[in-house]
C-alpha cells in the first residue's frame, strides 16, 4: 500500500485499506487524526476540509488511492499558532467548533494563495464551508486580521451560491 | 426582577438553598463525578488537595457559550479566575435539574437565568467555608480577611493562604447562612475570551463522532423512510461478507450494519436487502397535509384557547355587518429541519445490565432513559457522559440516538459501538419544526385603531410525542403491554391540550381590547421536536407581518404604530426605539428599503431592522441590525455571537427552499437539495447591547424570531407585495 506525507511525516498505510476509502475517515480511523470532521458525506459542507499539495480539498469524497506519494496537511499539522488559528483565537470565532477545523484549512489555503483577499475573495474560497451556528461575521474578520489587512467595507451583500454550479 | 448583589449574597438566593447542598441533603446518591480527596461542598464544585478547582457543568456546550459564562458565575462566587477552573461535563442526577423544567436539560434559553443565583451563591458559600477554615487556623476572625484570586489572605499580618490548603479542612465547616459581601464584580460583564476556543481552534476538541475507545467498533443503521413504517425483512448475506464488517443486528428502529470503521459499515449497508412497510403515513404528502390543515382551521375536533381578552368574535361580526375596515389574512410556514453540523450519533458500552454511553445531548436524563428502554439495561446502571455537541438547537434533547446505540450495543456486550448517521439520515428522520398554517383577522376603527385581533393557528403538540416515549420508559416493565401504551396516549393527549410553545410568541403584547388566539389541533403524524425558539419562530413571523399590513393599512409608521400599542411595555419600547435609531429608520438613501420587527421571547426581547437594496436579479439584504436586552449580561461578546447566530439561522428558514413529504416520507436528503445559508449570502449584522441591571434572561434563540418578519416587510417596503408564507422569495 502507498505511503503518503501526514503533517510532515511519511506514513505507510496498511495493505488492507480499500483505495476507494475516503481520505476522511482512513484518517480519522486507521490514523488517529479526529480533527477533520464529518459533515456531509458528499463533499458540500467543508467540514472535512484538509490540504492536499497545499490545495484545500473535501477529504470525504478523495478516495485515499488518489494521494498516495501525495502531502496531506489536516488542522493538527497546521502547528496551533498559524496566523488564522491566531486570529480565530483573537475574535473567538467558534462556536460549537464542528466546522471549525474545514474553516481554518480552507482560511488558510486562501492566504496561502491571495495573501490579501478581498471580502469577495472571502467568500467565494469560503463558500464552501457551511456553519449552522452563524459564525460567517467572525470568519470574514479574522481572516482580514490573518491577511493583516482591515476589512474594507462594512458591507458586501447577498450573493446567491448555487453547490451544483458554483455559480454566484 | 431586580437582584442586587448585596441580595443576591446575603439573602440565601431565590432558587433555594437546597440546590447548594444538593445530594447530601436530598439523600440521593452522590453526584457521579467526585475527584478523591476533593472539598466537595456542593453539586457543582469540588477543590482538590494539589489544587484543582473542578466545575460541574451540567449544561451542554453546544455553541451558546455556557462553557465559558457558568463557569463565570461559579469563578465570581467562588473569588477564583474562571479561565482556571477546570470544566468537566456532569453525570445525570437530580441536583442537576433544570429548575425551569424539572429535567436535566440545556433549552428554553434557560441556563443563565436559572444558574446567575445558584452558581454564585455554591462558590461564595465555598468560598466562605474555606475563609472560616483559614480564620480557626490562624486563630483570627473571619471577618479579619479577605479573598484575591483563590487566595486567602489576612491584611493585618500579611499572612496567605491559597483555598487547596485549607480544602481539607473546610470539609468539617458549617456552611453559613450569611455570607460576606464583596463589591463590583471582577469576571461577570466582561467579554472574557471563551473557555472552549483553544481546544476548537487546534482540533483537540472531542464531539461525539470523536469519541475513541479500545476495541471499538461503528454502526451504521437503515431505518424505514416512511415515517411510522417498520422493518418486513431483511437479507444480510452479502453485507455479512463485506470486509470488516461484525455485526448485522435488527433494533427497534431498523437494521444496524457493524464493522471495523464508518466506511465499511455505509458500504456494507448499501449491500443490506431491505423489506419496508410504508406504514400508517403511506401516501401523506405536503399538499394533503395543507389541505387538512385548511379543513382543521374550522374543522378541528380539538382547539385550545391560548388568549381570549374582551370579545373579538362579537367585534369583528359586528364590524363586517357595519362595513367597518377589517384586514384578513392567511399566514403559513413550513416543517423546518435542524441540520445541526454534526450529525447525530452516541456510542455505548454494554455489560450485563449496566451500559456506559457518550452521547452529545441537550438531556442526558433522556439519554439514560432511552438507553435503558431500547437496550434492556436497569436505568440506574446506565452512566451518561455528556460530550461537546457540533450544535443542537433542540434536536439534540430527542435521544433517539441513544436508544438505538444502546440497542446495538447490547448485542454485543463487551464492545464499545459508536453509531454514526449519515447527513442523509439526519435530514430525513429529524423532529422536525411543526409546520403550521394561520389565519388573522383584525379590525382596525374610523380612528385607525385597532379594536380586535382575531388569530387561529392550526398546529401539532411537540410535546405529546415526546410523552407518549418517555412515559413508556419510565413505566416498570412488568405492566402489560396494553396498558403501557394506553398511560402513553393519555400522556400524550394531555400534554397536546396543555402544551404552550405552539401558541407562543401569538399572545400579543399589543394593547387591543378585543383579542382571540386559538390553536386547532391537527397532527399529520410527522415527528416533531423543539427547534430553535420554538412557537415563537413561527408565530412572530405571522404576528409582526400582520401588524405591519395594519400599520400600512393604517397608513402609519410600522415604527410609531407598534410604539403606540406598547404602552405599557418599556422593554420592547426601548428595543424598538434603539434599532430604529441605530439602522436610521425614517430617513434611508435612495434605493434603500427598510422593515421592523419587535418580539419578546424566553423573558428577552429583541427588534431588527433589515435593510434591502434592489440588486440585479432582486433583492439584497445589505444588513440586519439587532438591538437586544436580555437583562444584566454575564458576557456581552458571548452575547454578541449569540445574535449573530440565531439571525443567521433563522434567514436560512427564512428564505431556503423548505423540506417536502412525499409517501410519508422526506423527500430531500443533504444540502444539496436542502441548502443552507452560506458566507456569500450572509450580510452584515449590527448588534446592540440595552444595558440593564435585570435579572439575565435567555440569549440563546431571541434574536431569531424577528429576522423572518423584519425581512418580509422590508419586502413590502421595496416591492409593494405582501409575502404570507415562508420561505420568502428574495429574487425578482
Redesign the interface.
Known amino acids: 500500500m502507498p505511503t503518503l506525507q501526514l503533517n510532515g511525516r511519511s506514513v505507510t498505510l496498511p495493505d488492507d485499506i480499500d483505495p476507494a476509502t475516503p481520505l476522511l475517515w482512513v484518517v480519522r480511523e486507521r490514523l488517529g487524526l479526529r480533527g477533520a470532521k464529518f459533515g456531509c458525506g458528499q463533499g458540500l459542507c467543508g467540514a472535512c476540509t484538509m490540504h492536499v499539495d497545499g490545495q484545500a480539498r473535501r477529504s470525504c469524497i478523495l478516495p485515499v488511492g488518489q494521494v498516495a506519494g501525495k502531502s496531506v496537511t489536516t488542522i493538527e499539522g497546521l502547528g496551533g499558532d498559524h496566523p488564522v488559528q491566531q486570529a480565530w483565537r483573537d475574535i473567538d470565532v467558534p462556536q460549537c467548533g464542528y466546522c471549525q477545523p474545514g474553516q481554518i484549512m480552507s482560511a488558510a489555503a486562501l492566504l496561502a494563495a491571495k495573501p490579501n483577499p478581498s471580502d469577495d475573495d472571502i467568500n467565494r474560497a469560503m463558500a464552501g464551508n457551511i456553519c449552522r451556528c452563524g459564525t460567517y461575521p467572525r470568519i470574514r474578520r479574522a481572516i482580514h486580521r490573518a491577511a493583516g489587512s482591515s476589512p474594507s467595507s462594512i458591507t458586501t451583500g447577498v450573493q446567491t451560491f448555487n453547490p451544483e454550479t458554483g455559480e454566484g | 426582577m431586580k437582584l442586587t448583589r448585596r441580595k443576591l449574597l446575603v439573602g440565601g438566593g431565590l432558587v433555594g438553598g437546597g440546590l447548594l447542598l444538593g445530594f447530601s441533603m436530598a439523600g440521593d446518591k452522590p453526584v457521579p463525578q467526585s475527584a478523591e480527596g476533593s472539598f466537595q461542598p456542593n453539586a457543582w464544585l469540588q477543590i482538590t488537595p494539589d489544587g484543582r478547582v473542578i466545575f460541574q457543568l451540567d449544561k451542554a456546550?453546544?455553541?451558546?457559550?455556557v462553557f465559558t459564562g457558568l463557569t463565570t458565575l461559579m469563578g465570581e462566587g467562588l473569588d477564583y479566575d474562571p479561565a482556571r477552573i477546570q470544566v468537566e461535563m456532569a453525570g445525570v442526577h437530580s441536583a442537576y435539574n433544570n429548575p425551569a423544567m424539572r429535567m436535566q436539560v440545556t433549552g428554553g434559553s434557560t441556563s443563565l437565568t436559572t444558574a446567575w443565583t445558584p452558581l454564585q451563591e455554591a462558590g461564595a458559600t465555598a468560598r466562605a467555608m474555606l475563609m472560616i477554615a483559614a480564620a480557626h487556623h490562624w486563630q483570627v476572625p473571619t471577618d479579619a480577611l479577605r479573598t484575591d484570586d483563590g487566595v486567602i489572605i489576612h491584611s493585618a499580618s500579611g499572612r496567605r493562604l491559597r483555598y487547596e490548603e485549607m480544602a481539607d479542612r473546610a470539609k468539617s465547616v458549617t456552611p453559613p447562612k450569611t455570607l460576606p459581601v464583596s463589591s463590583g464584580y471582577k469576571w461577570i460583564g466582561k467579554s472574557l475570551?471563551?473557555f472552549?476556543?483553544?481546544?476548537?481552534?487546534?482540533?483537540?476538541?472531542?464531539?461525539g463522532?470523536?469519541v475513541?475507545l479500545p476495541g471499538m467498533k461503528?454502526a451504521v443503521v437503515l431505518r424505514c423512510p416512511h415515517f411510522g413504517g417498520s422493518l418486513r425483512s431483511f437479507d444480510a448475506d452479502a453485507a455479512r461478507r463485506h470486509?470488516g464488517v461484525c455485526e448485522v443486528v435488527q433494533i427497534h428502529t431498523g437494521v444496524a450494519v457493524v464493522a471495523?470503521?464508518?466506511?465499511e459499515a455505509r458500504q456494507a449497508a448499501a449491500k443490506l436487502k431491505v423489506e419496508w412497510d410504508k406504514g400508517p403515513l403511506a401516501g401523506l404528502n405536503s399538499a394533503t397535509i395543507r389541505r387538512k390543515q385548511e379543513q382543521a382551521l374550522d374543522g378541528a375536533d380539538t382547539v385550545v384557547e391560548a388568549e381570549n381578552a374582551g370579545d373579538a368574535e362579537r367585534a369583528l361580526a359586528h364590524a363586517r355587518s357595519a362595513g367597518a375596515t377589517v384586514l384578513e389574512a392567511k399566514y403559513a410556514a413550513p416543517f423546518l429541519h435542524h441540520?445541526?453540523?454534526?450529525?447525530q450519533n452516541c456510542t455505548a458500552l454494554a455489560n450485563g445490565d449496566s451500559c456506559e454511553i457518550w452521547a452529545p445531548s441537550q438531556a442526558p436524563g433522556f439519554v439514560q432513559a432511552l438507553a435503558a428502554q431500547y437496550g434492556g439495561f436497569d436505568r440506574h446502571k446506565v452512566t451518561v457522559h455528556t460530550t461537546?455537541?457540533?450544535?443542537?438547537?433542540g434536536r439534540r434533547a430527542m435521544t433517539d440516538f441513544a436508544g438505538e446505540a444502546a440497542a446495538i450495543a447490547r448485542q454485543m456486550p463487551g464492545v464499545p459501538v459508536k453509531l454514526?448517521w449519515?447527513?442523509?439520515d439526519d435530514m430525513r428522520h429529524d423532529f422536525y419544526r411543526p409546520s403550521t398554517l394561520h389565519r388573522l383577522a383584525a379590525v382596525l376603527d374610523d380612528k385607525g385603531q385597532i379594536s380586535a385581533w382575531r388569530h387561529r393557528l392550526v398546529s401539532a403538540s411537540i410535546t405529546k410525542g415526546m410523552a407518549v416515549t418517555l412515559v413508556d420508559s419510565y413505566l416498570p416493565s412488568w405492566l402489560p403491554e396494553a396498558m403501557a401504551r394506553g398511560i402513553g396516549r393519555f400522556a400524550g393527549n394531555t400534554t397536546a391540550n396543555l402544551d404552550t410553545s405552539m401558541a407562543e410568541g401569538a399572545e400579543i403584547p399589543y394593547a387591543i381590547p378585543n383579542r382571540k388566539v386559538d390553536v386547532a389541533l391537527y397532527d399529520p403524524g410527522i415527528p416533531l421536536g423543539f427547534w430553535r425558539s420554538v412557537g415563537h419562530s413561527h408565530n412572530a413571523f405571522i404576528v409582526e407581518s400582520f401588524m405591519d399590513e395594519l400599520a400600512h393599512a393604517a397608513d402609519q409608521d410600522p415604527v410609531e404604530f407598534r410604539l403606540h400599542y406598547l404602552q405599557e411595555h418599556p422593554r420592547h419600547r426601548n428595543v424598538l426605539k434603539a434599532v430604529a435609531k441605530a439602522a436610521n429608520w425614517g430617513s434611508l438613501a435612495a434605493g434603500r428599503f427598510q422593515g421592523v420587527a419587535v418580539h419578546e421571547s424566553f423573558s428577552s426581547y429583541a427588534a431588527q431592522v433589515v435593510e434591502l437594496?434592489r440588486?440585479s436579479s432582486g433583492y439584497?439584504?445589505?444588513?440586519i441590525v439587532c438591538a437586544v436586552d436580555c437583562g444584566r449580561i454575564v458576557n456581552p461578546?458571548i452575547v454578541v455571537?449569540q445574535v449573530?447566530?440565531?439571525?443567521?439561522?433563522g434567514l436560512t428558514a427564512a428564505l431556503k427552499p423548505a423540506l417536502t413529504i412525499e409517501d410519508g416520507r422526506v423527500v430531500q436528503s443533504?444540502?444539496?437539495d436542502l441548502?443552507?445559508?452560506?458566507?456569500?449570502?450572509?450580510?452584515?449584522?449590527e448588534v446592540l447591547l440595552l444595558p440593564s441591571d435585570e435579572h439575565p434572561t435567555g440569549i440563546g434563540e431571541i434574536a431569531l424570531p424577528p429576522v423572518a418578519p423584519a425581512l418580509a416587510n422590508a419586502l413590502f417596503a421595496a416591492s409593494g407585495e405582501r409575502q404570507r408564507e415562508l420561505p420568502l422569495r428574495?429574487?425578482a
Open positions: 456546550e453546544m455553541g451558546q457559550g475570551p471563551r472552549d476556543t483553544p481546544a476548537k481552534v487546534d482540533g483537540r476538541a472531542v464531539f463522532t470523536d475513541s461503528v470486509p471495523d470503521g464508518y466506511w441540520s445541526t453540523m454534526e450529525p461537546l455537541m457540533g450544535g443542537g438547537f454514526i449519515s447527513r442523509e437594496s440588486g439584497v439584504i445589505e444588513r461578546d455571537e449573530e447566530s440565531a439571525i443567521i439561522y443533504n444540502f444539496h441548502p443552507v445559508l452560506r458566507i456569500n449570502e450572509t450580510p452584515e449584522i428574495i429574487d
